[in-house]
């Protein structure tokens, strides 16, 4: 598992931070030894071990210094200014500037322009998409910048529009789980407190539906750590135990959505590569950073001599997907292929979204099941308060 960690350093006469994933079992054996832990970081970034002023570990996805809305406006003018011939990381400092007054981030620009690195490195040490900052890499290597930018520019478009569709859906579906939750852990707590005082002044012992609401409300913390265990349960069977958990009902949708997100990515990665002059070997080479699983069993048919075709249906891309992608790659007309992908997509983001709509109504239901839960509590509280009243 990698390891995110936050450095803060000067350099240049400022100072600013960056976040740095270490992956490899040798980088996270480093993390306990500091000399050479500072060592390491220090030739990422490009300065000397005693400019490191602190490290913290941080936990999650490194967040992109960019916001997603911003990052297309971002690429246009980079790709502009690459039309023009114009320096890269001007136009980047440049336009970042008119977006943000975050000093940090200006101090983190200003270090990477004295640095003279190149645009992707900077993109990519800005935490942008890696599928994107491969794609200008490839751009600069291929002599065809314009063109990569041009593709990565559609691809965040593609996937900004994914996610603000899945958004609504999902941020309702937990609005309607957490309500449910305080409802049926909320409402014998307060239902058991306020019938006990009542029965305790008229001097009369508790029925049924007190005594489930008491039993709730005695071992609700119980009731909660289970619910957490769960959910660590789920999480970890989810991040660890693909392989074993793939073909369950509930956990398939999850490896669905996700297989079908890294295949939208392989779409563009590998068309502008292809477009560019780059052979099938050196492009999955290249996508080893972006999924090496996939991109190992590519690489292991397309070195028994399959095509590249042959080898996505070999892989373990879901027979569907392997279908689709395996149908465009197999066209060799650049313009047919185009337009083969550009379909491929379309039914990529269709199966997306259908399978994101499958997993909001598994969720609406359980938490509908919850509410359901609730109310029928303040049902029963109705008939005993009509009990003790009449």
């Known amino acids: 598992m990698s390891t995110v960690l936050r450095v803060k350093y000067r350099a240049f006469g400022v100072i600013t931070s960056e976040v740095l994933t270490l992956g490899s079992k040798a980088n996270n054996a480093n993390t306990t030894n500091h000399a050479n832990l500072n060592h390491q970081l220090a030739s990422q970034l490009n300065i000397k071990p005693a400019q490191i002023i602190k490290i913290n570990k941080e936990?999650?996805?490194?967040?992109?210094?960019?916001?997603?809305?911003?990052?297309?406006?971002?690429?246009?003018?980079?790709?502009?200014?690459?039309?023009?011939?114009?320096?890269?990381?001007?136009?980047?400092?440049?336009?970042?500037?008119?977006?943000?007054?975050?000093?940090?981030?200006?101090?983190?620009?200003?270090?990477?322009?004295?640095?003279?690195?190149?645009?992707?490195?900077?993109?990519?040490?800005?935490?942008?998409?890696?599928?994107?900052?491969?794609?200008?890499?490839?751009?600069?290597?291929?002599?065809?910048?314009p063109l990569a930018l041009d593709k990565a520019e559609g691809y965040l478009a593609l996937i900004e529009d994914i996610k603000e569709k899945s958004k609504a859906g999902v941020a309702g579906s937990v609005f309607k789980l957490v309500f449910g939750g305080l409802l049926t852990f909320g409402a014998p707590i307060f239902l058991a407190t306020f019938f006990n005082d009542i029965l305790k002044q008229i001097n009369k012992e508790p029925g049924f539906v007190i005594h489930l609401f008491n039993v709730i409300k005695d071992n609700n913390p119980y009731f909660l750590i289970m619910a957490l265990m769960m959910a660590a349960l789920v999480f970890?069977?989810?991040?660890?135990?693909?392989?074993?958990?793939?073909?369950?009902?509930?956990?398939?949708?999850?490896?669905?959505i996700k297989g079908l997100k890294k295949s939208l990515a392989f779409i563009p990665f590998y068309s502008t590569l292809n477009e560019s002059g780059v052979n099938d070997k050196d492009i999955i080479l290249k996508y080893q950073q972006i999924d090496p699983i996939v991109a190992s069993q590519l690489l292991a048919s397309i070195n028994k001599g399959v095509s590249i075709v042959e080898a996505i249906k070999a892989s373990s891309i879901d027979t569907k997907t392997a279908k689709y992608l395996a149908s465009a790659l197999g066209i060799d007309h650049v313009k047919a292929r185009e337009k083969a992908f550009l379909g491929t997509v379309k039914r990529l983001t269709a199966r997306l979204a259908r399978q994101s709509k499958k997993l909001n109504v598994i969720f609406t239901s359980i938490a509908t099941l919850m509410i359901l839960t609730g109310i029928s509590m303040l049902i029963g509280a109705y008939f005993v308060m009509s009990t003790i009243a009449f």
């Open 59 to 145: 936990y999650g996805k490194p967040r992109c210094d960019i916001k997603p809305q911003d990052l297309s406006s971002v690429l246009m003018s980079l790709y502009a200014a690459a039309l023009n011939g114009e320096n890269l990381i001007n136009t980047l400092q440049d336009t970042l500037k008119d977006f943000y007054s975050n000093s940090e981030l200006n101090n983190k620009l200003f270090v990477l322009k004295k640095q003279s690195i190149s645009i992707s490195q900077a993109l990519q040490r800005l935490q942008v998409d890696p599928i994107v900052v491969a794609l200008v890499e490839s751009g600069i290597s291929t002599g065809k910048l």
């Open 236 to 256: 970890y069977l989810i991040k660890f135990k693909q392989q074993q958990t793939s073909n369950w009902p509930l956990f398939s949708i999850f490896f669905e």
